[in-house]
């Protein structure tokens, strides 16, 4: 049952990073929220068939994962998903460069900050610099969001507001508690800690989807931006 619980939960993930990733590229030509959902599916997908298929170390899967895991832990849902919140938030406009730099910056990233994964930050100055920069990064986002789910409330959409607080603060403690706090009840695989990480993570996809998208329709009742069609003829 328990195996069960967190396939389902990573099933869940994954449909909400392509699902509404998918929608925030085709409804609003997001790309910076839209590829990013799409690589958080991407992370949940690959976690999915390297579970299945027992969970070796050695395996092309598990590295893939722990590069993904530091894509987005870093850069993807910190930095990305700022500017791409701004975009209703402050009227931003990301340009095609600034796309390719940030996606870039995480590549990067992650590329370097896997190889750290794994080793006991008790033990090891680099890995629990890397850790607490992991925490440090989630937090100052987590400000951001606190004042994107305030504008949600002034706008009226306060269900959605509370929601986005709620996933949010989850959010924060399992990035508080990923490297820091193992819970000592789960299991060596921390099995309940990743079923409460994916089904958090899918969560965050889904209600900031619809938050994103209740801001940018106040927006266009209010004149703030025009329509996608007037956009389309200028």
Not at 122 to 134: D, K, R, W
């Amino acid at each position: 049952m328990k195996d069960l619980i967190f396939l389902l939960a990573d099933l869940w993930m994954i449909f909400a990073g392509f699902v509404f990733g998918w929608k925030f590229i085709r409804n609003h030509s997001n790309y910076l929220l839209g590829l990013e959902w799409m690589i958080v599916a991407t992370s949940g997908s690959n976690f999915l068939l390297w579970s299945l298929l027992g969970g070796d170390e050695d395996s092309v899967f598990y590295d893939i994962a722990y590069f993904l895991d530091a894509f987005s832990r870093s850069v993807g849902i910190t930095l990305i998903l700022v500017l791409g919140l701004m975009v209703v938030t402050h009227r931003y406009k990301p340009t095609l460069a600034v796309d390719i730099g940030v996606f870039g910056l995480a590549v990067a990233a992650g590329l370097y900050l896997r190889h750290f994964h794994g080793e006991d930050i008790h033990a090891a100055p680099a890995a629990f610099y890397v850790a607490t920069f992991y925490v440090v990064v989630n937090l100052l986002t987590t400000l951001f969001l606190a004042y994107f789910a305030r504008r949600l409330w002034s706008i009226g959409s306060k269900r959605l507001a509370i929601w986005t607080g709620l996933v949010t603060a989850a959010a924060s403690i399992i990035a508080i508690t990923y490297d820091f706090f193992p819970l000592p009840f789960d299991d060596e695989q921390r099995t309940i800690f990743y079923t409460a990480a994916l089904a958090t993570w899918g969560t965050q996809g889904f209600v900031y989807y619809f938050a994103y998208r209740a801001l940018h329709a106040h927006n266009v009742a209010t004149g703030v931006e025009p329509t996608q069609e007037a956009s389309a003829k200028s």
